[in-house]
């Protein structure tokens, strides 16, 4: 089987470049054992063209510098070995982000904007006090936080997302991962409704069409979707509550319309 | 306290002040900030009473659906008990009553879906590309939804209208249209019908996560089988009656 001869169709095209045109460039190779597509990029890039530009860091799935679209499905090109594809393979990049060049994509914008959206930290009123000693919390949630923070933010969830596609602002599947993160965390102050004006709306858990793809083809298997009904539900639950007080939400924007005026 | 407490209040005001200029620009950043306004509030409010209202007219809907299977079994039954139980059905005007809940429901399923559904070129091309270049299956079920969901609005309509304008049901009439030209009216509607309400099912399930992937697909699949093996069974019994009659 490892004796296949490889052919590459590979995008080419360099934004920076105004003589560049978007292409697909071909290549080829004799297969090796246990090669990995990583290994044949950089081959390619070796022996037949130093102009190639791909990502990498750790090559060992942890850095998420990676994620291309390889034959069409987002994929981390260090954890895919060629001999788990066809002979024929198509290489683009992630889309949905902005592109360097290439294979090579900027996930890193766009993963500190969202975490500033969310506001990717605890949120802690107390003062903090270096002599103290940590608080302590149940195994089973440090279990389940730490399950939610093996993302390596490499984009293939939201490269998979047919919500994203369509709406430049979405939140991603990842944005999402990274609230229940924060909800989980007996740490964080924040409240459900804390949430709801980032996430209880059509960038958020309302714009999700359920695809399932996120989960599908995050390359470490986190539970996207399951995480993505529990926002869902508990911010569907938030705007009944809010409702139901009748003053609910709309006083929090109130008293923001007023911070705005006063400044 | 409201729900939407001080701190949110805070951090609100805060980004409306000045941590917010830390932001590098990126096409979210560059929105107005008016999401933390009432308005946004309330939009963010209505979609969540949305997206609820979507599972629920489609439970609504499914329930229906399974409720008229349940009448139309009568008819395997023989046709003097179809026939008692239509009559019982019309005396009480149970008919219309079931006929306009389920246009009520038709209307505002389709409407709160159409939220989702790209409505112009640019995306609907964007999700198609998308859609062929990912062969996933999970995926394509939402474009099957959209365009059985499309087809059914056509022939469910077509089917209300020829039932209503056709009163008292009877099955000797229902037996002759489905002897005649409607059988292939009717193949494609049992079948949409039955798959999309599965596949709409096992979405919503999956949605809101009440049963995990790997059982919801063995109970739809047996789910469907039973189902459309029923609305076969039914087709066929009427057909024989038409075919009898003529
Ligand atoms: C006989 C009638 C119908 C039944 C029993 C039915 C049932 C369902 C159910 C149970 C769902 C899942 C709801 C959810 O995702 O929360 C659904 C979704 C859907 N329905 Fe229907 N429906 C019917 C008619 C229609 C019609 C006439 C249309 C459109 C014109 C339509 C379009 C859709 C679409 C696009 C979805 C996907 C929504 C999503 O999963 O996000 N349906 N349907
Ligand atoms: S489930 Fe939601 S977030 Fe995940 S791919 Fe589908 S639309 Fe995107
Ligand atoms: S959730 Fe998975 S697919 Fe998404 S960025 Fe993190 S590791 Fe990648
Ligand atoms: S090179 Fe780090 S994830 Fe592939």
Redesign the pocket.
């Known amino acids: 089987m490892p004796n296949r001869k490889l052919t590459f169709r590979v995008f080419r095209h360099n934004p920076y470049d105004p003589q560049s045109a978007p292409r697909v460039q071909k290549y080829e190779m004799q297969e090796t054992p246990r090669l990995t597509l990583y290994g044949a990029l950089t081959r390619i890039r070796e022996e037949q063209d130093p102009s190639l530009q791909f990502d990498f860091v750790c090559r060992s799935a942890i850095c998420g510098s990676c994620a291309m679209l390889v034959n069409g499905r987002p994929r981390l090109a260090c954890r895919t070995l060629i001999e788990q594809l066809p002979s024929r393979i198509n290489l683009f990049p992630l889309p949905f982000f902005r592109l360097v060049g290439d294979l090579s994509v900027d996930t890193g914008t766009w993963f500190r904007e969202m975490g500033q959206r969310v506001e990717s930290w605890i949120h802690d009123s107390e003062p903090f006090d270096p002599d103290a000693l940590e608080e302590r919390m149940p195994n089973d949630t440090a279990q389940t936080i730490y399950e939610l923070d093996r993302c390596i933010e490499c984009g293939c969830c939201v490269a998979a997302c047919g919500a994203a596609q369509v709406n430049p602002t979405y939140l991603g599947a990842v944005g999402m991962l990274r609230i229940a993160r924060f909800l989980t965390d007996p740490r964080d102050d924040r409240a459900d409704s804390d949430f709801f004006e980032v996430v209880g709306t059509e960038d958020g858990v309302f714009g999700c ?2 695809l399932l793809a996120c989960e599908d083809y995050c390359p470490k298997g986190i539970s996207l979707t399951t995480q993505i009904a529990y926002l869902r539900r508990k911010m569907a639950l938030t705007s009944l509550r809010s409702s139901s007080n009748g003053k609910g939400a709309s006083a929090g924007a109130q008293h923001a319309e007023k911070a705005k005026t006063a400044k | 306290m409201s729900s939407f407490n001080g701190k949110v209040v805070a951090r609100s005001s805060r980004r409306i002040g000045g941590a917010n200029n830390l932001a590098p620009r990126a096409q979210w950043a560059a929105l107005p900030r008016t999401w933390v306004s009432l308005n946004q509030v309330r939009i963010a409010r209505a979609t969540a009473f949305m997206e609820i209202a ?2 629920l ?3 609504a ?2 329930l ?2 399974l409720m008229h299977l349940g009448l139309l079994f009568s008819i395997l039954l023989g046709r003097t008990s179809m026939d008692a139980l239509a009559r019982f059905l019309e005396r009480y005007f149970l008919l219309q009553i079931g006929a306009s809940f389920l246009v009520l429901f ?1 209307v505002m ?2 409407m709160l ?1 159409m939220r ?2 790209p409505t112009t070129l640019t995306r609907q091309w964007a999700m198609l590309r998308h859609m062929r270049a990912m062969k996933h299956w999970d995926t394509w079920t ?1 474009a099957f ?2 365009v ?3 087809a ?2 056509v022939l ?1 309509a077509i089917h209300i209208w020829v039932v209503l304008t056709d009163l008292p049901v009877q099955s000797a009439k229902s037996g002759e249209r489905v002897f005649q030209i409607y059988l292939w009216f009717y193949i494609p509607l049992v079948v949409l ?1 039955e798959s ?2 599965n596949v ?2 096992y ?2 399930a999956a ?2 996560h009440v049963l995990s992937r790997r059982l919801a697909h063995p109970i739809l699949l047996v789910f469907t089988g039973m189902v459309l093996g029923l609305g076969v069974a039914i087709l066929v019994t009427f057909y024989r009656v038409g075919a009898s009659l003529s």
């Open positions: 069409i359920g | 979507l599972t007219t489609g439970l809907l499914s229906f659906m038709l399923h389709v879906v989702k559904v939402w939804q959209g059985s969901g499309i059914l609005l469910v019908v999309h309400l709409g099912l979405r919503a949605k809101w």
